[in-house]
């Protein structure tokens, strides 16, 4: 069955940098454009980035743009953000996406704090 399985969050202080992953498994990777969300307490899920099939077209939400990169390795279906510069309004469970099927990941905390 289709998994994505996120990892990488933690706790950093502000300007610090976290790289997250995702590794997917149950379906064609390769195939499938990808996209990484977040959601703060108490507020509804915001898209952060997008990345297509091959890697080659990104798009990012302005509040990240800049700072935040999103990549893959079709060879080890794996979605990656990397995350630098990071603030507090950053905070948040970070969740991958395969949109055009629908699942979701089951999210990993990110904490922004000195």
């Known amino acids: 069955q289709v998994q994505l399985v996120e990892s990488g969050g933690g706790l950093v202080q502000p300007g610090g940098s976290l790289r997250l992953s995702c590794a997917a498994s149950?379906?064609?990777?390769?195939?499938?454009?990808m996209r990484w969300y977040r959601q703060a307490p108490g507020m509804e899920r915001v898209w952060v980035a997008t990345?297509?099939?091959?890697?080659?077209?990104?798009i990012y939400s302005d509040s990240v743009k800049g700072r935040f990169t999103i990549s893959r390795d079709n060879a080890k279906n794996t979605v990656n953000l990397q995350m630098n510069n990071l603030k507090p309004e950053d905070t948040a469970v970070y969740y991958c996406?395969?949109?055009?099927?629908?699942?979701w990941g089951q999210g990993t905390q990110v904490t922004v704090s000195s």
């Open positions: 996406h395969a949109p055009t099927l629908g699942f």
């Open positions: 149950g379906f064609t990777f390769s195939n499938y454009a």
């Open positions: 990345i297509d099939n091959v890697g080659t077209i990104t």
